[in-house]
């Protein structure tokens, strides 16, 4: 495998365009970015996936670069597909505009639109594969696990205090995480597609859990906001869907049918308890703040461990320090990996 520098700086580019927040990805669709280089190395167009519906990567960075797409070296972060989905195969508008040369990061696995490497080469087109794979594949960690265990992944972020806690004794919790945890966090909402809390946040907090940009507007693409519970609720909650369950797998169920793929979970802590004991928790996101409360809601409910032999120990993936903004102290933002969990019969735990 040969790429030149030109290549490998595109296709980091690439990845960027593909992992843009606030993009709806449903069902069966991916995040792909695609950049269009000149013989010289230079950037001639770039695009991305936007969604269902819409122009593939590569589809919407040739459709910039009009008839200067001839001739250039196309980076793509995925196989070019070779079927007619939504949209038409992205091997034939890349051979009609006059492609030179392909270099992708990871092959489709998808049997419907795989083909395109053999398709290009058959037309001409040089073809090289595997370049930043891993980082490709990591972009694709939430679409794969979702066709793998047809259920949307699951990300559970909270806030807390170092004593773990997510609000105070009387309920007030604005805020406990800083200004730039706040902002990450609308960040990462935004790479989901579905906001879920329980009845008891709703009832406590109405929150509004709309996702916005650093200057405070909602972004453009809005997750579903779901609530999920067996309680009523005041009719008026303002959320998109009640989900009237206490089984976080039946959730799920019903999330994957309606073409979801990633739930971003934000409590209370039954919830996030009834989640984690059920193994369905795919990613931790916890802001730490320099506070200590000594009593109030604890992040996390009871999750029947009742000896430290049983305590579940996540895996560190990543450690943040997100910089105080305007004299306020520094939060951590630790990303942590879920161990499989055993489900054992309550009864069990406690001899
Ligand atoms: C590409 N470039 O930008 C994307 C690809 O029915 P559709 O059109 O939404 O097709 C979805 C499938 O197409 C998806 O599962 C994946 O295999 C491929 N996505 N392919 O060449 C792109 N998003
Ligand atoms: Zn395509």
Redesign the pocket.
Known sequence: MTFTAAEQAAMARALELAATPGVPMVA???R?G?VLLADDGTTVAEG??RG??TP???ADALARAGEAARGTTAV?T????H?T???GP?TEALVAAGVRRVVFAES?A?P??AG?RARLEAAGIEVEAGLMAAEADALAGVYRLAQREQRPFVTWKFAATLDGRSAAADGTSRWVSGTAARRDTHRLRARCDVMLVGTGTVEVDHPRLTVRDDEDRPVEHQPLRVVMGERDLDPNHGLDLHLRTRDPRAALADLFGRDRQHVFLEGGPTLAAAFLTAGLVDEIVVYVAPMLLGAGRSAVGDLGITTIGEALRPRVTDITVLPGVDGEEPNVRLTLTPTPVTPRPRNERHT
């Open positions: 069966d669709t991916r792909v695609c991305y996936h269902p519906g593939h990567a590569e793509v995925l196989e070019p597909c079927h989905g939504r949209t992205c489709d998808n419907v639109a395109g």
